[in-house]
Structure formats: C-alpha cells, structure tokens
C-alpha cells in the first residue's frame, strides 16, 4: 500500500492567505524554516500503480495534482490515476475540491456516510451541481464496523471509524454519529493497516486498539495547544471546540503509548501550529517522541 500525502495543512492551507501569525508572516518573509503546506487530503493506492483512490478533495486540489504527476498515468487525452473518491467527513476543507474535478469524463464514484450525503446534497449541494456536469456514483460508507471495498482496489480493504465530532458550521442538522470517521485501510497482501484520522475530538480504548492493530498512524495534527487560537486573539474557540485534540492536551501522551515500531505522523495542521517550524522546541519535542509531521509530497510504504 502507498499513501501519497497531497495537502498536509488544516483549512486555509499554510499560509493562510489573510494570516499574518508569526507562521504565516515568517514563512512568507522567508525568515523561518518552514515548508508552505495546503489544506489536508491524501490518495492511497495498492499494487495497480494507476489506481488511486482520493481521501478527501481539497479546494486546492489542483495544485496538488499537478504536485504529484504519480497520478496522471497519461494514457488518453483525458486522464486520471484517480478511480474513486472518499470523504471522512462534509467539511468545506475536504468537499470543495470535488467541484474543480466537474471536467471528468465519467461519473465520480464517491463513497460517504449519509450524514456527508445529506449536507452536501442540502446545506451545501455540491453533489447536485455535479450532476449536472460529470455525474456522481454514491456508494454509502456505513459506520457499524464492517468492511468494505473501493472499486479498482481489490487488494486493499476498508474500514470506517466513527469518531467524535460534530457536522460543519453550515449544517442544518445537529450533531449525530457519523459526521466525522477515520478510516482504517488493510493491504490484504501483507495485511499492513494505516489509521488515517485527520480529525479527533478524543481517544477512548476502542480507537485506541485500532490505532495499535495498525503499522501507521496518519492523525489529527491541528493544534499544539488547546487554546491556541485564544492565545493569538484569532478566535474565542479552543481546539476541543472545534473537535480537534491537541498534542499538548493528549495526542503526544496516546502517541507514545503505541507498540514502538508503529509509524507515528500528524496531519492536518494548522497554520498557528509551531510544529510547522523545523527548527522549533515543539518540534524538537515531538522528534524525541518520534512523532513526524506530514508534509506535501510526503510518501508512505506499508
């Protein structure tokens, strides 16, 4: 199995275009050693080198694919590695990509929890306007445990992990089971897993299990504190607010408790996050916990 990491970022990418925290106005003046980042999504594919699968379509989408030519098999005058396309959630962050891939030349199949199919087809239809270009295939991801396949995958299995959270901000529903899961993802041929879950609120002992079962982790990475963005005067939300778990507020503490050849890695970071600095003392601290932290471009073998 191969995870190709296309955006390492949270929502707004780094740096942020209106930001001017002491990241996103140092990485800008070239006065810190930090790497730009954009906003959070992953492709993963088996042996079929031609045969991604899309964790999540960033509004920098684009960008991202013409990053990683892995993806573009080049085999007809329209083409794509990408077979289908896997939302963890409805987040404007991981949905608004799926509008610039409209030129398709054949329905998206897109698999989802019917909590994403109904704000994306309400709240925010982004389906509906895609029907009326490419089209869209829905396959239902259910959040009961079972596994399932991806078409075009068939040596890889999934599994869906119902997580804490809650739907976006534009959502009319309150807040169910379902809005948020992580995905666990098994390559049948070696039976190596990846624990992919950009977005955690908490680790209780059956997420805990699984993240134990699996050869890596590819996890909430948001924010270093749980008031971060109170600190900075950018917003009245804590991260457990919006849904995330801080490093500092128990991710590093669940992090060292996994078996030691686990491979441990942060994703989806948020531009005030001073692990996005190289050189900083948070990074020096979760390089002492053997923690990495994603960036674009990044590969992953299992």
Not at 286 to 294: D, K, R
């Amino acid at each position: 199995m191969y995870i190709r990491i296309l955006g390492a970022a949270a929502g707004g990418g780094f740096p942020q275009w209106n930001c001017n925290c002491p990241n996103c106005g140092g990485v800008r003046r070239g006065a810190l050693n930090a790497r730009p980042r954009t906003q959070s999504s992953i492709a993963i594919r088996g042996a079929d080198e031609t045969a991604w699968t899309l964790v999540n379509a960033s509004p920098d989408i684009l960008t991202q694919l013409q990053a990683n030519p892995q993806l573009q098999p080049g085999r007809a005058y329209r083409d794509t590695g990408i077979r289908n396309i896997v939302l963890t959630d409805s987040q404007i962050d991981h949905t608004t990509g799926l509008l610039m891939l409209r030129e398709a030349t054949k329905p998206w199949p897109l698999w989802c929890t019917d909590n994403a199919f109904d704000d994306l087809t309400t709240s925010n239809p982004i389906l509906q306007v895609l029907q009326r270009y490419c089209g869209v295939e829905r396959r239902r991801i259910e959040t009961t445990g079972e596994w399932f396949a991806v078409d075009g995958t068939a040596d890889l299995r999934w599994q869906a992990l119902a997580l804490p959270g809650r739907p976006p901000p534009y959502s009319s529903r309150s807040p169910q089971p379902g809005d948020v899961i992580g995905l666990l993802v098994e390559d049948l041929r070696t039976e190596r897993r990846l624990c992919y879950a950009p977005g955690i609120a908490s680790i209780d002992s059956w997420l805990f299990e699984l993240m134990c079962s699996s050869q890596c982790v590819l996890v909430d990475g948001t924010f270093w504190t749980d008031d971060e963005l109170v600190r900075l005067g950018v917003s009245h939300k804590h991260a457990a607010d919006m849904g995330h778990l801080s490093q500092t507020g128990g991710m590093i503490q669940w992090l060292d408790r996994l078996p030691a050849a686990t491979r441990r890695v942060l994703i989806h970071i948020n531009n005030t996050n001073p692990i996005l600095v190289e050189d900083s003392p948070e990074r020096a601290q979760l390089n002492s916990h053997h923690i990495e932290v994603a960036y674009d471009g990044m590969e992953i073998e299992l």
